[in-house]
């Protein structure tokens, strides 16, 4: 995939800049107070293959745009894909007519100016990667081939697939915020089929990066799928019971995002959250401190700024045990009564401090007990906090893995499984902005046969 020099980028970068300040001028043209809009252009290469032959090879070229205008507290927002100026132009009249129609709301407002991001600062997001489409051929094949030789019990394969993108994203309002920067993406991925008798399983594993020279070798990614899914052969149902339960470090991640959702300002103020009024209280052991890093040196979710245009800074969410912030945008933290905490648009390079324990410690202290490696379903109920999954996994006993096991539900209540945490492992081998150990917690239900 060609890439864009930095003059190129420059100059691309200019052109929705422009896009947005001709936007937010359209916008008070037609009688609004206040406008806000994003627009962004993407391009990519992705291929995939399968048992060695080619399936699919795609180029990608997309743009976005999207405003927001306001008249009073009257709210209206369109979105088009087209960038020509007759297509923002009614895009923009769409809003205005929308706004038109809808009810005052008295948190309907843009970011207060002080709080707006005045610069963008180098996060080293962008690294274009000149790959040609028989380069990315021969790495995707490579990845499934080393997992097709990683054991005769793999006998079939979903395939494998590369992927390499490049986007520019410009947001601006009319408070005066304007900011814009490149962004790269790049991922190999595998996944295959073993077989052991009658039995089948299939697993999978993937790297991922903002820069080429960052993502694990194609062999590793291929034979770490293949041994992932050999692992899973052989696999027993369990009678039902309570027991500790390991999570895997990167299944714990879903335990992180179930966190940041009950904090999540929309949530609270809508009084659907298990961790309503919880601010300042302990909420985990007093040694988990959980926090984000969104200005993270090459951070798969790193951003200068959120969706509101406010600076994006390092916080707590977690210190000592304790419940430190809500998550909120401009909005929420307006019904609440609460400054925005420049989380519009999600937490970014979410973190957990990590213990000294590896994943042979993690099992010793687990001791007896289950260790989920996968997890099905969405029983989780925001509300109560109850919580219900399919999972698959291994049993293990005086600190060893005995044998798979699959087709069993694990339930608990997450505030208990919060408070109920023993060990986070320094396991973390997965990629991701989400970065996690393996979290032990002290008892659940696990229902089988």
């Known amino acids: 995939m060609p890439t864009a020099t930095i003059e190129e980028t420059g100059e691309r970068l200019a052109r929705l800049q422009g896009i947005i300040e001709d936007l937010l001028k359209e916008a008070e043209r037609q009688g609004a107070s206040a406008a806000e809009a994003s627009v962004g252009s993407s391009s990519g290469l992705e ?15 997309d743009n976005g745009l999207g405003i927001t205008v306001y008249f009073g507290h009257r709210k209206g927002s369109a979105s088009t894909s087209d960038l020509s100026p007759a297509a923002v132009r009614d895009a923009v009249r769409a809003a205005c007519a929308i706004a038109e129609h809808t009810q005052e709301d008295r948190c309907a407002h843009l970011a207060d100016p002080d709080l707006l991001a005045t610069e963008v600062p180098d996060l080293d997001l962008c690294h274009p990667w000149s790959i040609e489409v028989a380069q990315a051929i021969e790495l995707a094949v490579a990845c499934e081939d080393a997992a097709r030789a990683y054991d005769p019990r793999i006998v079939n394969s979903e395939g494998a697939s590369l992927s390499t993108s490049f986007g520019l ?16 993406r ?47 052969l052989g696999a027993r149902r369990l009678g039902t019971c309570e027991a500790p339960v390991l999570f895997r470090a990167e299944v714990a991640t879903g335990l992180l995002r179930s ?14 959250s298990f961790l309503l ?4 209280e302990p909420i985990f052991p007093d040694f988990v401190r959980i926090y984000e890093e969104p200005h993270l040196l090459r951070g798969l979710a790193s951003a200068p700024y959120d969706g509101d245009g406010v600076v994006t800074r390092p916080k707590d969410l977690i210190s000592a045990g304790v419940l430190q912030t809500y998550l909120l945008d401009t909005y929420s933290g ?14 970014r390079n979410l973190r957990i401090d990590m213990g000294e324990k590896d994943r ?26 109850d919580y219900s999954r399919g999972a698959a996994g291994f049993w293990v006993e005086n600190g060893e893995i005995q044998y798979p096991v699959e087709e069993i539900t694990i339930a608990g209540n997450l505030k208990e499984m919060f408070a109920g945490l023993v060990a986070v492992g320094n396991d973390c081998d997965f990629p991701g902005s989400t970065r996690t150990g393996s979290w032990l917690i002290d008892r659940m239900t696990i229902a089988g046969e």
């Open 169 to 184: 994203h410009v947001a601006g309002n009319s408070n005066g915020f304007m900011g814009g920067y490149p962004t790269t």
């Open 360 to 385: 042979a410690a993690m099992l010793r202290e687990l001791g007896t007990g289950l260790l989920v490696t996968e997890l099905m379903g969405h029983g989780v109920n925001a509300v109560t906090g």
């Open 334 to 347: 307006c019904r609440l009564a609460l400054p925005t905490t420049g989380n519009a648009g999600g937490v």
């Open 47 to 61: 291929v995939s293959v399968r048992l060695g032959e080619v399936e699919t090879v795609e180029h990608t070229r």
């Open 186 to 232: 790049h991922s190999l991925n595998c996944a295959v089929i073993g077989q052991q008798g009658d039995m089948m399983q299939r697993d999978y594993w993937w790297t991922t990066a903002r820069a080429a020279m960052d993502l694990d070798p194609a062999r590793t990614v291929g034979e770490r799928a293949a041994e992932r899914t050999v692992s899973r």
């Open 277 to 280: 009024d919880q601010v300042g």
């Open 259 to 272: 966190l940041v959702s009950a904090i999540t300002g929309s949530n609270v103020y809508r009084r659907s």
